[in-house]
């Protein structure tokens, strides 16, 4: 676990002059988007960052970061806690022109004033590793299957029809 809170601003170009890394973490409740897209979080997001600048002079980060998120179960819609872990490497630009010109490699992020929201950046990371439908254990989630096939759920059936192509499979098979 690291142990270090990450400051929320940087100044990527020196960094990046200096090749150095930032190593720690960034607390999941300042994140406002992750909230409404996932709900309340309480974990931390752990990340390591490495500055560089590439042969071609552009600066870059070679990041990485893990976070327990908790995400509602689609069966229950209880919380469940999620590992997500995620590598990217992002291309420090100027403006949106210079981001057009950035190889395939690096994903843009503007940078101005010699700023970085660094918080904002880990935040879209986050939200783009999200799995879109989560599920707890059977024995684990508060709804069980038999509840769902009970016919009270109409909404959510455990057993779904046998779908058109299965049909067609089996008129298929029998050619
Ligand atoms: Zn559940």
Known sequence: MLTT?????????????NAERLEGYVSLAGMVRLEEEAGEQKGVCEVRLDFG????GRRFIDGWLRADVDLACRRCLEPLPVNVESRFQ?????????AADLPNAYEPVVVENEQLNL???LEDELILSLPQV????????SVSRDQLTSGTDSESSGTPAASPFDVLRKLKDKQ
């Open 134 to 141: 989560v599920y707890h254990d059977e024995a684990e989630c």
């Open 53 to 56: 600048v590439d042969a071609q």
């Open 119 to 121: 918080l904002s950046v």
């Open 5 to 17: 809170r990450l400051p929320l601003q940087v100044e990527p170009y020196r960094l990046a002059a």
């Open 90 to 98: 992002l291309g420090i630009v100027t403006s949106d022109v210079v």
